[in-house]
């Protein structure tokens, strides 16, 4: 399996089993299908209300000796409730107990978000904690003492533009190890990943085959379908390979861990052996030119009539994504 090495020297493989939109009564068969043709590495978040099947088969497959724990990498997310200082700890634990494990590999701050405790969909201005109020810098010191207590071996983020993890850095004790955010050639995040990079922060690409199979509340009309792009098609007839494996290796090829979510047990097969092809510079070059700013995932659903959050500071960037050219 190949891997990234975080700055202490600790590897990650590259290719990840995600879970979100996985159901329970799928994800159970789905990881112990993964772990048994090779992944070593699960993406969860405790929003994802599946961590608990996820538990019975990373136990099943602890138990019976498939794996062990030291080869498993884990990753799991805060959600953003749990924000103020005296949930931290607790986000982790409930987490910990669904998984059925002792500690994580990688803990992440899910959205630079916040939501008052226990308040959920749909939001309102009232439920919704602006960062002045619950800063990013508090959450994070409140993420390091997991570390310290040996709960999780890193910590990290998702969906932080290179304003925030600037931000982060500048107060952090321990610098955010990770920052997971949509990636794909719609969206190539070239300047994020090119400041991750100079600041020894991993990236990990969510959505990489285009998340068709999100809630239809969370889709734009008229949606191009990256799983069918022509560049990508053509180049995956080229290889004989599947446009998947194209977008997989991609993400791989320029220096990112990639999650692709599926139930399928072949196509977990099939994402898994991505890293077996080689695309060439001129493969590299045709697929930078897809880039479209394209999010699939933009969330809007964090914003409300006079709430805290716009698209413009949840990104940090001045037009909403939809507003630009394709
Ligand atoms: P399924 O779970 O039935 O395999 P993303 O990782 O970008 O969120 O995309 C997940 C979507 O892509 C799911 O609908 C998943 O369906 C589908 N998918 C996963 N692997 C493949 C593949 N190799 N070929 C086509 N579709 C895939």
Redesign the pocket.
Known sequence: MSTLQHHNGDTMPMIGL?T???APGEVYE?VKTAIRLGYRHIDCALIYGNEAEIGRALTECLQSGVVTREELWITSKLWNDSHAPADVQSGLEQTLAALQLDYLDLYLMHWPVAIKKGEGFPLTKEKLVALEVLPIATTWQAMEALVQQGLTRHIGVSNFSVHKLRSLLATANIPPAMNQVEL?PYLQQTELLKFAQDHDILMTA?????????PSSLKGQDEPI??EDPTIVEIATHHKA????ILIRWAMQRGTVV??????PA??E??LAAVNLTLTTEDMNAIATLERHRR?VDGSFWVVEDGPYTLANLWDESSPPAMRPI
């Open positions: 995600g979100w939109k996985s789905a794909h969510y959505s990489p085959l285009g998340s068709a199979d999100r990256l799983l599947t446009p998947a494996q999650i692709p979510k599926s139930v399928n196509r977990i099939q994402n699939y």
